[in-house]
């Protein structure tokens, strides 16, 4: 199985915070990118995050300064840490990863819901 697993979502008040995990399948080294997108009801699919094998970290304008992903190698898995939460932060967050020359690979998703 190569589909990556998420868990850690719930409801928040705003202001709160709240942090994703995603189980990678295998080993987190055979994977040059790993990231999250969301999608909120209506609206198109966001990436909001990602990490290369290099460690360098990517954020949408609309998360950068209050999510965080980080990653975990002796657990084959990455986080993304999401502080003062916004009702507009209201989505379904996906984890992805991906091998050089290989499409991506997405999660189930979890729903993160974050009221006012």
């Known amino acids: 199985q190569v589909q990556p697993v998420e868990s850690g979502g719930g409801l928040v008040q705003a202001g709160g915070s709240l942090r994703l995990s995603c189980a990678v399948s295998?080993?987190?080294?055979?994977?040059?990118?790993m990231g999250w997108s969301r999608q909120a009801p209506g609206k198109q699919r966001e990436l909001v995050a990602s990490?290369?094998?290099?460690?360098?970290?990517n954020y949408s304008d609309s998360v950068n300064g209050r999510f965080t992903i980080s990653r975990d190698n002796a657990k084959n898995r990455f986080y993304l840490q999401m502080n003062s939460l916004k009702p507009e932060d209201t989505a379904v967050y996906y984890c992805?990863?991906?091998?050089?020359?290989?499409?991506?690979?997405w999660g189930q998703g979890t729903q993160v819901t974050v009221s006012s």
């Open positions: 295998g080993s987190i080294f055979n994977y040059n990118i």
């Open positions: 992805y990863t991906k091998q050089p020359g290989r499409p991506s690979y």
């Open positions: 990490v290369n094998s290099g460690n360098n970290r």
